[in-house]
């Protein structure tokens, strides 16, 4: 069983950043690949970043250039980066584990508003 954990959520001024955190119970180098998903109030979850274990990151092109998405295996966790963030990257930000299986965090809220 895998469980994620996420933090770093948030209030946040436009233009300020948030660092999110997604601690994962034992080693994340066995993942296929880890991501951070997002879903605002109406819509449907999207693909925010995800990092696959050559590495390889995807970007949805709203975010590209703005967020960065890393890992450190040693703490078993992944990070989203956030910079530059505007009130539309307001939402639940959610980690997801591909092992087999796709395993979910709960989310953690971000809230970007003056």
């Known amino acids: 069983q895998v469980q994620l954990a996420e933090s770093g959520g948030g209030l946040v001024q436009p233009g300020g950043s948030l660092r999110l955190s997604c601690a994962a119970s034992?080693?994340?180098?066995?993942?296929?690949?880890m991501g951070w998903y997002r879903q605002a109030p109406g819509k449907e979850r999207e693909l925010v970043a995800s990092?696959?274990?050559?590495?390889?990151?995807i970007y949805a092109s709203s975010v590209k250039g703005r967020f960065t998405i890393s890992r450190d295996n040693a703490k078993n966790t992944v990070y989203l980066q956030m910079n530059s963030l505007k009130p539309e990257d307001t939402a639940v930000y959610y980690c997801r584990a591909v092992y087999g299986n796709a395993y979910w965090g709960q989310g953690t809220q971000v809230t970007v508003s003056s």
């Open positions: 034992g080693s994340i180098s066995r993942f296929n690949s």
């Open positions: 990092i696959s274990s050559l590495d390889i990151t």
